[in-house]
């Protein structure tokens, strides 16, 4: 056959093989290192086999190249020979350019894959020790380890080992090697040696023989004196000997480097000392230690060093690390650890991320550590160190799925060895899912995946993360749910055992665990459909309610709502199908008092969580026409307002539904919004759905007051006041208003009044009904002469009365007024006539500046509740919401009638024209802004919480943590809660005192 022929023979064999570059492979093939082998399709076949051939073909060129002359032949001829040898080499030079690269300095370390013993199939830490016993010096140690390192990936590449086999052999092998590295430092330092008893204590993955291609190495120094030797004497020189051990695994010289070896978990981490006495450790973790420090102690094992002293330490923390779901905050700590491993993951890689991404490797490893921290108390076979090894005992005695266990097992292997895949391949400590198709090919074949690599090992990954996604949550409830499913005749629990189910609720956060078994055997016992799918809901509301701070009023919440609505068909196809549904409802359940009690009152309401709409605020025309409308159904007034509380009702679950559950999305969520936008929605929603309520009950009052059907004999108009007025309400504010009325034409002016006054009196009556839904108080007592004047004035009497009566902190007052009711022209002229009042063309004179300052002095001494701390009083406390709007509302008196801007009703808005005309400098404004926001949120956090009003934060710890949630802190964050927010306010007290008392 001509030459030419046999080429685009070979070409597209190449191509069939797997080769992208198959013009690149043949010129390889017929240099003349690969010609002697080029030949036999024995060595096409192999490098076909390997996850990347191209890149195996050129590693193996650079090997023969670099072999010397007279070994050549012996690596052809061996290769071509030995199906174990060529399966060996060629897959690890496809797989890993790294190690290719070792090979490539080293030529003769291909001799290391001739032949396994069968003792070395499955090494140990004897057999690498014995590997690395001739090393005498760093460099020397780093080539052996090197070598070693070659080894276990031929078997892993190869399939000889799996996942957990590999994992152990590459934790051996750190052991091995840090007992050699510790070794070279004491023959260097023999005083020192002398000096000390030293252990090393393998932690991490190291320490659960489960570790990584490339990874830190965590460990812990313990050291004690040897006799003879005084214990400061003793702690430097064993001081010296770890720091050197470090920088033997460490440092990086001409030969590279093996690992760096990591010592921050150890007590106090960076600010600790590198090594303690055992008592010094003892005494730190039964004061200091947190709770993730003895899930970090979980994986603790002697690796090196004096392993009697690694003995003594691994039995004395062991008791300590089964006490630690007992600790007061267990709960909170590992809900904070969770979620700053969630929140440290930028947001660009979160999807790529196989460590601690959603359904990622942490996720499997969290779940089963916090298990084995709840039920190990009590039972000692669950104490393993490694992840699967405590999984599959956690199976075995009950406390996850047998099923759950066994799909939990192969994500974790499937995702850990993709893991090890893309870090072998060039010896990089990564966890990032390659994003380039080459790479993805690459690690796609290296892992079986011959036919579509990228599709196949994309769709494979998906599969897994979802898989964990799920699990995670299972995980904790499913054993629960099966046991609260199955009870035997005499009630007692299968599988789990009534013991252990309180054990694992107390631990996620239920005060009361034997009132939580009782909730979810309601919910999810027996056959019947309903209670087939709340086991399938459960697991993912019981896991928001434990990651809230009042996880036994979600779920009692969702238990009533059940009761209340179990029996509809839609409700739990609702939750089933729509995922947020259920996730909002877990959110609002146990976010507080105030959102379920208005859900349980209206339970159908729950349909707007599943609505990707039903949570936006409804236009205010929309509310006043359903509301009148209701109204005019109505057969007296009461059963009018009954009506229109009603839509007022859902309106505020609505409302209040939203505004939780933008709180608890996440910061770096697309569908996260500004606080401070989320409580200006919420304002203008509070503020709409009153003025349609307070015009719907003037409709029913003027009805009831004007028989017949009749007009009356005078116009009424509602004006809002206060924060009502500025659309800054909160869940729990009045509704302050000012009533103003005018005579229609032929009237007088006393039965006009009368019929205003009655008018405005039967409106108030009809708002304040004793009912079970939230009040809302009507307060009309900013009204010219406060509660000695008419309810409701005349326009012209107003007039009269602003001409010579009128008051500067009237014309304060005034600033807010905003007509929301009744007679639209009657409303716009009293803005008209007020407007000179509250924007005077000639500002304010000093004495008026003066009074003002004095009324603000007089309520900061009076009307601050006795006992309250004025550092935290949201509305009176210094730089609260009273100090932000009076410097806010002194701005616009001075200079309103200049600045258009500045006619606003709206305390923000104000701040915002004030820096924008120059009035305020930005960054002043911007601390006021700030401090106004985080009062206001404050205020409503208390509410929802609490279900009542208050103006400071709760006493209750309970409540202040989930107002501590709300406001975007941890649970067992609320003392820094308070610190930020002291900080806040002092900020805008100090610019209060520049600008409203001195300037």
């Known amino acids: 056959m001509p030459v030419e022929g046999r080429r685009d023979s070979r070409f597209g064999q190449l191509l069939r093989r797997g080769f992208t570059d198959p013009r690149a492979a043949e010129l390889l093939l017929d240099g003349p290192v690969l010609r002697p082998a080029a030949g036999d399709g024995v060595l096409l076949d192999a490098l076909g086999a390997t996850a990347d051939p191209d890149l195996a073909l050129r590693s193996l060129a650079r090997l023969a190249e670099a072999q010397p002359a007279d070994e050549l032949a012996l690596l052809l001829d061996t290769l071509l020979a030995a199906k174990p040898l060529r399966d060996r080499l060629l897959g690890v030079l496809g ?25 070395d199939l499955h090494p140990g830490t004897v057999e690498f020790e014995t590997a690395l016993a001739p090393a005498i010096d760093p460099d020397g140690l780093r080539v052996r380890y090197y070598r070693a390192l070659l080894t276990i990936a031929a078997r892993d590449i190869t399939g000889t080992t799996g996942f957990a086999e590999t994992a152990a052999e590459l934790a051996d092998l750190a052991t091995a090697t840090l007992r050699a590295a510790l070794r070279i430092a004491q023959r260097e330092a023999p005083a020192d040696a002398a000096a000390c008893r030293l252990a090393v204590i393998g932690m991490g993955k190291c320490g659960g023989r489960e570790l990584n291609y490339v990874s830190d190495v965590d460990v812990i120094f313990v050291a004690e004196p040897a006799d003879g030797t005084e214990e400061g ?8 000997l770890a720091a050197h051990m470090m920088r033997i695994c460490s440092d990086t010289t001409a030969e590279g480097t093996i690992w760096p070896v990591d010592a921050n978990l150890r007590p106090e981490g960076r600010n600790g000392p590198l090594v303690r006495t055992l008592s010094s450790h003892l005494a730190y973790y039964h004061r200091w230690a947190k709770t993730w420090e003895f899930q970090a102690l979980l994986k603790a094992r002697p690796v090196a060093g004096d392993l009697g002293l690694g003995a003594e330490y691994q039995a004395a923390v062991a008791p300590l690390v089964w006490r ?68 599959d005992a956690l199976a075995a005695g009950g406390y996850v799925g047998r099923q759950d266990a066994r ?3 192969a994500s974790y292997r499937f995702l850990r060895t993709v893991e090890h895949r893309i870090q072998l391949h060039r010896l990089r400590r990564t966890h990032l899912m390659p994003v380039d198709d080459v790479d993805l090919r690459r690690l796609g074949r290296s892992l079986g995946f011959l036919g579509e690599p990228v599709e196949e090992l994309t769709a494979a990954w998906r599969r897994h993360t979802a898989a964990v996604r799920r699990l995670h949550e299972k995980l904790f409830y499913r054993p629960l749910l099966d046991a609260v499913a199955r009870l035997g005749g005499e009630g007692q629990v299968v599988r789990l055992g009534q013991a252990a189910a309180r054990e694992r609720l107390e631990a996620l956060g239920y005060a009361d665990p034997v009132a939580a078994l009782r909730h979810l055997t309601a919910l999810a016992s027996g056959v019947s459909r309903k209670a087939a799918i709340q086991r399938t809901l459960l697991p993912v509301l019981l896991d928001r309610f434990a990651d809230s701070a009042d996880p036994d009023s979600g779920l009692l919440g969702f238990r009533k709502v059940s009761d209340a609505l179990g029996t509809s068909p839609w409700y739990l196809r609702l939750l089933r199908d729509e995922g947020a549904a259920a996730e909002n409802l877990a959110r609002v359940l146990s976010a507080g008092r105030f959102a379920p009690d208005l859900l349980l009152r209206a339970p159908e309401a729950v349909a707007l969580l599943g609505d990707p709409a039903g949570l936006h605020p409804r236009e205010r025309s929309a509310l006043s026409q359903e509301a009148l409308a209701a109204v ?51 304002g203008h929603a509070l503020t709409d759905i009153n003025a349609a309520a307070i015009a719907a009950a003037l409709r029913a009052a003027t009805a009831v007051t004007t028989p017949d059907g009749a007009e009356p004999p005078t116009r009424l108009a509602v004006i809002a006041m206060g924060r009502f007025g500025g659309h800054e309400l909160g869940y729990g504010s009045d509704a302050d208003v000012i009533l103003v009325h005018e005579p229609r034409e032929g009237v007088e002016e006393q039965p006009a009044a009368r019929a205003a006054f009655a008018i405005a009196n039967e409106m108030i009556r009809l708002l304040q009904l004793p009912s079970i839904d939230p009040p809302l108080l009507v307060d009309a007592g900013l009204r010219p002469e406060g509660r000695n004047g008419p309810l409701a004035r005349s326009l012209a009497s107003y007039a009269a009365y602003y001409r010579r009566w009128s008051l500067v902190w009237e014309s304060q007052a005034l600033l807010r007024a905003e007509p929301v009711a009744g007679d639209v022209e009657l409303g716009a002229r009293f803005v008209e006539l007020i407007d000179p009042l509250r924007y005077p063309d000639d500002g304010l004179s000093d004495e008026s500046v003066r009074e003002i300052r004095r009324l603000k002095a007089r309520m900061e001494a009076e009307r601050l509740p006795r006992g309250a701390d004025p550092t935290l009083h949201t509305k009176l406390g210094r730089g609260g919401l009273s100090d932000v709007e009076w410097t806010a509302q002194l701005l616009q008196l001075r200079h309103g009638a200049q600045v258009p801007a500045l006619r606003t009703t709206r305390t923000r808005a104000a701040l915002t024209a004030a820096a924008a005309a120059g009035l305020l400098d930005e960054e002043d404004a911007a601390v006021l802004d700030e401090a106004w926001v985080l009062a206001s949120r404050a205020r409503n956090a208390a509410l929802l919480v609490r279900g009542r009003p208050l103006d400071s934060f709760p006493g209750d710890p309970r409540e202040a943590a989930a107002v501590a949630r709300y406001l975007g802190y941890e649970p067992g964050e609320v003392g820094r809660m308070l610190d930020d927010y002291r900080r806040t306010t002092r900020r805008a007290r100090a610019v209060v005192e520049r600008l409203f008392y001195e300037g």
Do not use: C
């Not at 797989?95 to 003792?119: I, K, N």
């Not at 490797?361 to 405590?390: K, M, N, S």
């Not at 009506?643 to 505004?659: I, S």
């Open 233 to 240: 004497p003793a702690l430097q020189a064993a001081t010296r």
């Open 95 to 119: 797989a890993s350019e790294g190690l290719a690269d070792r090979l490539a300095r080293y030529p003769a370390d291909w001799q290391a894959l001739v032949a396994f013993e069968t003792a």
């Open 324 to 391: 630690a779901a007992e600790r007061e905050n267990f709960v909170s700590d590992v809900q904070q650890m969770r979620r700053r491993v969630e929140e440290s993951i930028p947001a660009a890689q979160a999807e790529r991320e196989l460590k601690l991404g959603p359904g990622g490797l942490r996720d499997v490893e969290f779940a089963v550590q916090l298990l084995q921290l709840v039920h190990g108390r009590t039972d000692p076979e669950l104490r393993h160190a490694t992840t699967l090894d405590a999984l």
């Open 632 to 682: 005019r159904r109505a057969g007296t007034p009461e059963a009018a307002v009954a009506a229109v509380r009603g839509v007022r009702r859902r309106e505020l679950f609505r409302t209040a539904a939203a505004d939780l559950i933008d709180a608890y999305t996440p910061e770096d969520s697309p569908a996260a919004k500004p606080p401070a936008a989320v409580l200006d929605r919420v």
């Open 407 to 409: 799909s939990l097992d």
